[in-house]
């Protein structure tokens, strides 16, 4: 018991001896953090920051509706056979440019081949013992009803040919179009079925995009309009086109009114199914300006940093301004700012309203500063 309290005192008498030897170094007059020991030059003070400053400029900005809408080919199509056949060739090759009428997928016509020489043979036959009764009606040994009976069979076994005919073509699958076909299973020897796709056509030459337009907006949209779109896919590319078609009709669930309009897209970088942003310009106009990174926003306000000169020496003051559109890495100015005004350009994070600063590329108060020993 007695060598228990005996290592307990001790311990507390070594943690007493801690702090008192903590608080001696804190009321010591050692050396400080920063500047050396006695005698030296102590804390230094801070350097007044150098900042970059910007006049607002006059800058034309183009007031954008900006809407979505999903790209589609000039013609798109999904090709499928009108019966149940099997593929015999395949003459295409996916991703392939085709013509308009180029043959691309042929089924097997082995029924189809002996049905037309069938409808053909008929139709010959026909023919022969119409114009023998024709001629012998112009003599006058056959009546006229023979000879009318003649010819509607003639007549009738020409129809069977050119429906065998008809029979005969949908084995034959044709580009109803010049385009672009896609990907594809098809191979010979696949059993197709009437409305199974087969593959895909499109015609990139142009992509056409249909959009909806708020009803308030109506005004600031025309048939033939120029404009402009982006995609994701291609960072800070604009794609040009314009305005086909306005629908007759609004939606009445969405007051929106469907725009069709056409972009060329000559590289092929646009294709069916994207997403695109078309912008809808609604005027031009001109207004004061500064860079983005002039203009701090905070919620819904903006606010810039104005150098101002006072008793000799150069600060800073937030001001609040009222800011527009921002378009190119500017920012429309409406309120707040005049061009007389010199503004922080970058770097707002660093200083603080009322705070001394200096042009950059200005000496620091009182010349240059000491070089440091060592």
Do not use: C
């Amino acid at each position: 018991m007695l060598r228990r309290h005996f290592f307990l005192a001790l311990a507390v008498g070594v943690v007493l001896l801690m702090l008192l030897v903590g608080g001696l170094k804190l009321l010591s007059p050692g050396k400080t953090a920063q500047g050396g020991g006695p005698g030296g030059p102590g804390r230094s003070r801070g350097e007044v920051p150098q900042v970059s400053l910007v006049s607002p400029v006059s800058r034309s900005f183009t007031e954008r509706l900006e809407l979505l809408g999903v790209a589609k080919g000039r013609q798109s199509v999904t090709l499928s056979a009108a019966t149940t056949q099997l593929v015999s060739r395949v003459l295409f090759t996916p991703g392939q440019k085709v013509t308009q009428g180029q043959v691309l997928v042929e089924l097997k016509t082995t029924e189809q081949d002996a049905a037309l020489a069938q409808a053909r043979a008929r139709e010959v036959q026909a023919r022969r013992s119409y114009e023998r009764w024709r001629a012998l009606g112009e003599q006058g040994y056959a009546s006229v009803a023979a000879v009318d009976q003649y010819e509607a069979a003639w007549k009738s076994a020409r129809a069977d040919v050119g429906a065998a005919e008809a029979r005969l073509g949908d084995r034959v699958i044709r580009a109803p179009f010049s385009g672009v076909v896609g990907l594809s299973d098809i191979a010979p020897g696949a059993v197709i079925n009437p409305g199974a796709a087969i593959v895909t056509l499109d015609d990139l030459s142009a992509v056409r995009v249909d959009f909806q337009v708020p009803d308030r907006f109506l005004s600031a949209v025309r048939e033939g309009q120029a404009l402009t779109a982006t995609v994701d896919a291609w960072p800070g590319a604009r794609f040009n086109g314009r305005i086909l078609r306005l629908d007759t009709r609004i939606d009445e669930r969405t007051r929106a009114l469907t725009a069709r309009s056409e972009f060329s897209s000559p590289d092929g970088k646009l294709k069916p199914g994207m997403m695109l942003r078309v912008g809808v310009s609604q005027g031009v106009r001109t207004a004061l300006a500064l860079p983005e990174s002039a203009v701090a926003v905070q919620g819904e306000g903006a606010s810039v940093f104005v150098a101002v000169q006072e008793d000799g020496r150069m600060t800073v003051q937030q001001r609040p301004v009222v800011a527009g559109l921002r378009q190119d890495g500017w920012v429309e100015v409406l309120e707040g700012v005049t061009t007389a005004d010199r503004v922080v350009a970058d770097g707002l994070n660093r200083i603080q309203s009322g705070q001394p600063v200096r042009p950059a590329g200005s000496p620091p108060p009182g010349g240059a500063a000491p070089r440091r020993a060592g």
